[in-house]
């Protein structure tokens, strides 16, 4: 191992434009930019999500910077007045260094879950995601992290629910996040004296009808359970986790009014169970 000309300093410094345009000036043999990393930095700049975090932006000791490219051309073309944003700078830094950038694992959602004091991972994300699937899609993994964990009670409601069912061969297709999307995002909007009949529901449609329906919003439910079996085991293209998310919606929807969904009559998407508030804005990030 060759010796180092000198040990690299660390220090925290605010960032404007100007700055960023004099060291954007000394990037050479980085990576190929990725404009759509850097139009979402840009968003996380607009929506004041910005924080420091401990990757630093890396610059030689002969002035060229070998890390952080994409954020000093996000704040360039924000235009961000002084003070500028917090960065970590990481200065005297060998050329060869930069080998063993972005080596590590990224977090994954049960990761961000537990930072988060939650005991969960990407199924539970999923059943998040599927909870505002028509809506609105989240522009990136922490966010809806944040929202798994805003809906948490709902989220634990669905999973513990579907949980008894996923190891049945024979449910393949029901207890999926299309399924549990739909029960959570009921959950949510539901008063608690309607749960029980939430419960009722989600019985028949994961379980199986013990006797035949005894009236036509059972019916209802017997023939969605069907159709999913039918749909997702369907050879070639087969139902998509949105599809079931909202026939289970729209089928529920009607069995808590008290009558049958009609596949033959009846529009898919008939109602929305879940208002859809704006993502929290915590636990940002800025790399």
Known sequence: MKPRPSIPTASVVH??????????????????????????????????????????????????????QHRLFAISDERVPAPGLPVMVLEGVDREDRIAYDQGKPRNESDLLRLRGKSGGSSHVALARM????????????????????????????WKFLERYTSDPTLRGLACS????????????????RVDELIRFAERLLRGPKMRASNDRDAGVDTLRDRILRDWNAPGM?????????????????WLDGRS??????????????PTPPAPKYMRRDK
Do not use: C, Y
């Open 15 to 68: 960032v404007d434009f100007r700055r960023a345009d004099d060291l954007l000036l000394a990037n050479e043999g980085n990576r190929i930019i990725r404009p759509a990393w850097v139009r979402e930095l840009r968003r996380i700049i607009r929506e004041n999500m910005w924080v420091l975090t401990n990757d630093a932006i890396t610059i030689t000791a002969d002035g060229l910077v070998t890390n952080g």
């Open 131 to 158: 909870m505002v699937t028509g809506e609105r899609t989240f522009p990136s993994r922490i966010e809806a992290v944040n929202w798994t964990v805003v809906q948490w009670a709902h989220i634990a409601f669905a």
């Open 178 to 193: 299309g399924v549990g999307g739909a029960l959570a995002r009921a959950h949510a909007t539901l008063p608690v004296a």
């Open 238 to 254: 087969r139902a998509t986790q949105r599809d079931i998310f909202w026939s289970v919606q729209s089928v529920l929807a009607a």
């Open 261 to 274: 969904f009609d596949f033959t009559k009846d529009s898919i998407k008939m109602m929305h169970l879940l």
